[in-house]
T-cell receptor
Framework: NAGVTQTPKFQVLKTGQSMTLQCAQD?????MSWYRQDPGMGLRLIHY???????DQGEVPNGYNVSRSTTEDFPLRLLSAAPSQTSVYFC????????????FGPGTRLTVL | AQSVTQLDSQVPVFEEAPVELRCNYS??????LFWYVQYPNQGLQLLLK??????LVESINGFEAEFNKSQTSFHLRKPSVHISDTAEYFC??????????????FGQGTILTVHP
């Protein structure tokens, strides 16, 4: 099993550009989530999905879009990048919901100039 | 809604000394409690979790945490740390019900640095 994979590892964008962060898992997990990690703020939930075709907003959804067309993939789209979106982004998946371990990808470090 | 407060942003200790990383939470519903660890330039890994039953839970590498419902705390301890324990540690809660069902809420993180 590859677990949770994320691409790219690093990305530099200019303000106003758009891009998609890719996330895939091969564990047949129903739950998938996107977090951003900023110094001193821990991880904050951006969007999450409880299954293919079902997504919902987390704590900090503004400026981001998601879709879940398959169980395996959960891409995160930045619509118009802003310097405030400079962060490290983690994708996670879990078998079920509230009591299950979340498995994290290696992260994408994004810089918006 | 839930909130998690990790009371120390950085904890420096010497090798073989004991350590405690403090975590308090607030929630209007019952929660599950987790500690995750992040080694440099890696994603997070589950260290241990409390779901129910015994309030003392242990990890395979010598860490333990105790759930204290009255004090709404879930402090992480290790009696003797190693250099390899240097990492950032995150406390997290997951609500058993309500609108936050299935979502993890993280604390701010505590950077543990073990010195030789």
């Amino acid at each position: 099993n590859a677990g949770v994979t994320q691409t790219p590892k690093f990305q530099v964008l200019k303000t106003g550009q758009s891009m998609t962060l890719q996330c895939a898992q091969d564990m047949n997990h129903e739950y998938m989530s996107w977090y951003r990690q900023d110094p001193g703020m821990g991880l904050r939930l951006i969007h999450y999905s409880v299954g293919a075709g079902i997504t919902d907003q987390g704590e900090v959804p503004n400026g981001y879009n998601v879709s879940r067309s398959t169980t395996e993939d959960f891409p995160l789209r930045l619509l118009s990048a802003a310097p405030s979106q400079t962060s490290v982004y983690f994708c996670a998946s879990s078998y079920g919901g509230t009591r299950d371990e979340q498995f994290f990808g290696p992260g994408t470090r994004l810089t918006v100039l | 809604a839930q909130s998690v407060t990790q009371l120390d942003s950085q904890v420096p200790v010497f090798e073989e000394a004991p350590v405690e990383l403090r975590c308090n939470y607030s929630s209007s519903v019952s929660v599950y409690l987790f500690w995750y660890v992040q080694y440099p330039n890696q994603g997070l890994q589950l260290l241990l979790k409390y779901l129910s039953g015994s309030t003392l839970v242990e990890s395979i590498n010598g860490f333990e945490a105790e759930f204290n419902k009255s004090q709404t705390s879930f402090h992480l301890r290790k009696p003797s740390v190693h250099i390899s324990d240097t990492a950032e540690y995150f406390c997290a809660v997951s609500a058993l019900g309500g609108t936050s069902y299935g979502k993890l809420t993280f604390g701010q993180g505590t950077i543990l640095t073990v010195h030789p």
